[in-house]
């Protein structure tokens, strides 16, 4: 692990500070995970982009990172989606489930430790209440359980809010009213006769949110863990009660440190159903983006700043992709070339080298300090034109010896552990002088293009141009771009048009 800590911004201390986990090298972290009761948008996956970044980069530090994300998968959007749907919340909740995880593989998302499910831990929600209940940090009314917000003197430190000046952050139905104080929220909810509940001492109901990620958390943790990761719409109420019941209960601190990602916004405006905005992952993947892209769009923009979702960022995050995949295409092809020319060590020009150097310091620095991804980046496509330049040279070989341009690739490798995003999914075919096919090497495709990219190879070889450019336009009719390469070619899809 690096001896420089990273700097991480603490949503409970409201300043940037060293990262200090209780027993390092690991590390534990909790995430706020989807509540399943619809598919999810892309203004979800930005969040769970910047969790995945975060958990890689820590992983790339050196840390031993145990990430756990929940799944809510019983609350009152969940109840009321079946009920209209006439089905029950396992159904309900397992459609939604396949496709968060079904997004999670598209935008190449490593997965977490564990994924708990809610339903999975009502006997420690139950627990949790009865200590609360019996320290008198809560009350009953009838079947409903409440915590009592006034017994927790630091009440609104995450939220910078005071207790006195707060409003009620719920309702829990005609119940609302017998609520000693209106900032009091529910750890239990009674359940009517055609809801779903689990049998428990106050009264057959279900958990409140707010209680759902204390017990989980705490019972895979334990009472005090290293990071907590949402939203910023979770800070408060969530968050805050979160701290509040767990801190009750327990008597610890709750979590080290806090992080919270701000929110994606749609050409200017927020993202909703009823402006027509509203985005999914399959929409944009069916309007021709490459997810590779759209991972790269959402991992740019710093995530304590709002994203900006709009058709110029998507299209220029396609070029900015490709162009990290054609320098790594390049740096592969300048190796073969000059795998038989290279310079006593010592002698090498220092140019490439020393510019790999200050973008590999610069890119680390970047992320140290409170995970910059846009300065990181900023060093990589640095790197990246005075790459380009050196290849461009006549003799490049000389400019940018085997040596230099191993630790170039090595690099890109490195750091696409975090990015994620210089493999494209591309065939590469290879042939014989007469045609015949050597090697297809890249991800599955289907028949009808291979054929074609081999046709037109053998075209090329044949000298039959006329019928080379008319396989050209057929795979561009497919939505394929092809490339020519000395030993055969390569395709991969064409960039949406604008």
Same mark, same amino acid.
């Given at each position: ?15 940037? @500070? ?14 706020? /995970? ?7 948008? *892309? ?48 159904? +309900? ?67 910078? +809010? ?27 909810? @009674?359940?009517?006769?055609? !809801? ?8 057959? /109901? ?6 759902? &990620? ?68 399959? !929409? ?130 490195? *750091?696409?552990?975090?990015? &994620?995003?210089?493999?494209? @999914? ?7 002088? !007469? ?34 450019? !008319? ?28």
């Amino acid at each position: 692990m690096s001896n420089s800590p990273p700097q991480l911004y603490n949503s409970l201390t409201r300043q940037v @500070e060293s990262l200090a986990p209780q027993s390092p090298p690991a590390l534990q972290i909790y995430a706020c /995970g989807p509540t399943v009761y619809d598919h999810p948008h *892309i203004g979800n996956f930005r969040y769970f982009v910047w969790v995945d970044v975060l958990h890689r980069y820590l992983a790339w530090k050196g840390y031993d990172v145990e990430l756990v994300m929940n799944l809510t998968d019983v609350d009152d959007k969940i109840i009321g989606r079946a009920a209209e749907a006439g089905t029950t919340i396992d159904a +309900l909740t397992e459609e939604f489930v396949a496709s968060f995880q079904s997004g999670l593989e598209t935008l190449r998302i490593r997965k977490a430790s564990a994924y708990p499910r809610a339903t999975a831990h009502i006997p420690e929600m139950i627990e949790l209440v009865q200590r609360l209940l019996e320290a008198n940090h809560a009350y009953q009314v009838e079947g409903n359980v409440f915590f009592r917000v006034s017994s927790f003197d630091r009440y609104g430190q995450l939220a910078n +809010l005071d207790p006195d000046e707060m409003q009620a952050t719920e309702r829990v139905g005609g119940d609302d009213f017998a609520k000693e104080d209106p900032r009091d929220f529910a750890l239990w909810k @009674e359940s009517k006769p055609d !809801e779903p509940g689990w049998p428990a001492p106050f009264g057959t /109901g279900r958990p409140g949110w707010h209680l759902e &990620c204390s017990a989980m958390s705490m019972d895979l943790f334990g009472p005090t863990f290293d990071m907590h990761l949402g939203g910023a719409d979770l800070m408060f109420p969530h968050h805050e009660n979160e701290i509040a019941q767990s801190e009750a209960a327990t008597g610890e601190p709750f979590v080290r440190h806090w992080m919270h990602c701000q929110h994606l916004i749609v050409d200017g405006a927020k993202m909703s159903k009823s402006v027509g905005n509203f985005r999914t992952l399959e !929409e944009l993947a069916g309007e021709g983006h490459d997810p590779v892209a759209l991972r790269f769009l959402l991992a740019s923009v710093h995530y304590r700043r709002q994203l900006n979702l709009t058709a110029a960022a998507l299209e220029q995050a396609q070029a900015s992709v490709q162009r990290l995949r054609d320098a790594s295409r390049r740096v592969d092809e300048a190796l073969v070339a000059a795998g038989t020319v290279d310079i006593p060590r010592g002698d090498e020009p220092r140019g490439l080298l020393d510019h790999l150097k200050s973008a590999t310091a610069g890119f680390a620095a970047a992320l140290d300090d409170d995970l910059n991804t846009a300065g990181a980046l900023g060093h990589l496509f640095t790197f990246v034109r005075e790459l380009n330049t050196t290849l461009n040279a006549p003799r490049h070989a000389t400019l940018a010896p085997a040596r230099v341009l191993t630790a170039v690739r090595a690099w890109f490798d490195s *750091i696409d552990e975090i990015l &994620c995003v210089f493999a494209a @999914e591309t065939l590469t075919v290879s042939v014989t002088h !007469e045609g015949a096919l050597l090697e297809a090497t890249g991800p599955p495709v289907p028949a009808a293009i291979s054929d074609l990219v081999l046709a037109r190879i053998v075209a090329r070889r044949s000298r039959d141009f006329a019928r080379a450019d !008319e396989l050209r336009d057929a795979l561009a009719g497919e939505g394929i771009e092809v490339e020519d390469t000395a030993t055969g070619g390569r395709w991969k899809k064409a960039a949406p048009k604008a």
